[in-house]
T-cell receptor, first 115, second 114 residues
């Protein structure tokens, strides 16, 4: 099993450009998440999905859109990149229970720089 | 939303027990407490999770007092390979995902020295 993979690993954008980050998992997990990590800020939840075709906002959703067309994939889009979106982006997945958040499995991250 | 506070850094020596405390004063009734470990240039890795009292697994223990306003991660007999950043995570995503949130602390950088 590859676990959680993220594409690309690095990217440099100019202000105003758009891009899509791809997350894929092969563990048949229902839940998937996108986080951003900035120095001194820890990880902040951007969006998450509880299943194919569903998405929900996290703590910092502004400026991002997501889609979950297939259970194994979760896409994070930046329509018009801004320097404030320079960050390391982590995708994670977990299986679901009714009563608690389960162990999240994280990908290796995508380092994005917006000039 | 629960806000979490952790010490920025801690130092220890090999073989010692390390306790890292996370404060979460406005934790909600349904929130769970989870701890993750992160090495440089890697994604976080799950360590332990609990709701109340004490939880123990093969690598760590988690102590949660009755008021649940804080939690303490205990690492017994640390080694150099335990040098990492440790995050506490508070929150829950309600079944169906229609509400809820997950809030990470800013992390505690643990340095283990020989």
């Amino acid at each position: 099993n590859a676990g959680v993979t993220q594409t690309p690993k690095f990217r440099v954008l100019k202000t105003g450009q758009s891009m899509t980050l791809l997350c894929a998992q092969d563990m048949n997990h229902e839940y998937m998440y996108w986080y951003r990590q900035d120095p001194g800020m820890g990880l902040r939840l951007i969006h998450y999905s509880v299943g194919e075709g569903t998405t929900a906002k996290g703590e910092v959703p502004d400026g991002y859109n997501v889609s979950r067309l297939k259970k194994q994939n979760f896409l994070l889009g930046l329509e018009s990149a801004a320097p404030s979106q320079t960050s390391v982006y982590f995708c994670a997945s977990s299986y679901v229970t009714q009563r608690s958040p389960q162990e999240q499995f994280f990908g290796p991250g995508t380092r994005l720089t917006v000039l | 939303l629960a806000k979490t506070t952790q010490p920025i850094s801690m130092d220890s020596y090999e073989g010692q027990e390390v306790n890292i405390t996370c404060s979460h004063n406005n934790i909600a009734t349904n929130d769970y407490i989870t701890w993750y470990q992160q090495f440089p240039s890697q994604g976080p890795r799950f360590i332990i999770q609990g709701y109340k009292t004490k939880v123990t697994n093969e690598v760590a223990s988690l102590f949660i007092p009755a008021d649940r306003k804080s939690s303490t991660l205990s690492l017994p007999r640390v080694s150099l390979s335990d040098t990492a950043v440790y995050y506490c995570l508070v929150g829950v995503l309600n079944y169906g995902g229609s509400q809820g949130n997950l809030i990470f602390g800013k992390g505690t950088k643990l340095s283990v020295k020989p």
